[in-house]
């Protein structure tokens, strides 16, 4: 995976979905939830690769152009999956996505990359720029990471038996992408049956 892009994304489609079991398979219109994430976030060429801890069914998979990777954690969650789809990943630099984030789509992973950039260019470049609302919450699960920084504070935390995905954050340089008033929704994650019901289709 050699690409131009210096942004390769990681879509967590792992998770067990103990709330709404299957719900990346579940339609927007006639189209399965992970397959408009897949979409959105790859519409502007970026690479992908799809983290998965079983394999999605045939109708949902054969949408899904992309490279896959298992996750190799046991029981790790979100973290695991991103610590094995790092050790893959030879772009400088990832975008990781919840499956389940139905109103992402690669504006948000512009507007970060340009963050990045412009950060970096007026002194140290950033290991994570990281969307934060106004209360102060983040999304580690929408947030652009440097690579191998990520892979090697996950592969830490995993081993010390932490697996909250927020946790890699600790001893790196952090910015933020502050979150305005109608930016939201972008980032909410799809988890009952009338989550799924509000979401307008693309």
Do not use: W
């Amino acid at each position: 995976m050699r690409p131009e892009h210096a942004v390769t994304i990681v879509l967590l489609a792992g998770g067990r979905a103990t709330r709404l079991p299957g719900k990346l398979a579940r339609t927007i219109g006639d189209e399965p939830l992970v397959v408009r994430v897949f979409r959105e976030l790859t519409r502007t060429g970026r690479p992908c690769l799809i983290s998965l801890r079983e394999p999605l069914p045939a109708y949902v998979a054969r949408h899904l152009t992309a490279a896959t990777v298992a996750d190799t954690f046991d029981d790790a969650g979100p973290l695991g999956g991103l610590a094995s789809a790092a050790a893959q990943i030879q772009t400088p630099l990832l975008f990781a996505a919840a499956g389940d984030m139905a109103n992402i789509d690669a504006c948000i992973v512009d507007a970060l990359e340009r963050r990045y950039h412009d950060e970096a260019s007026h002194g140290d470049p950033p290991d994570v720029v990281i969307p934060r609302h106004e209360n102060g919450d983040l999304e580690p699960l929408a947030a652009l990471y440097d690579t191998a920084r990520l892979r090697e504070s996950a592969t830490r935390m995993l081993a010390l038996g932490r697996k909250k995905v927020a946790g890699v954050l600790e001893g790196l340089h952090v910015v933020y992408h502050d979150i305005g008033p109608g930016e939201a929704s972008t980032f909410l994650n799809v988890n009952t049956a009338d989550d799924l019901a509000g979401i307008r289709q693309r």
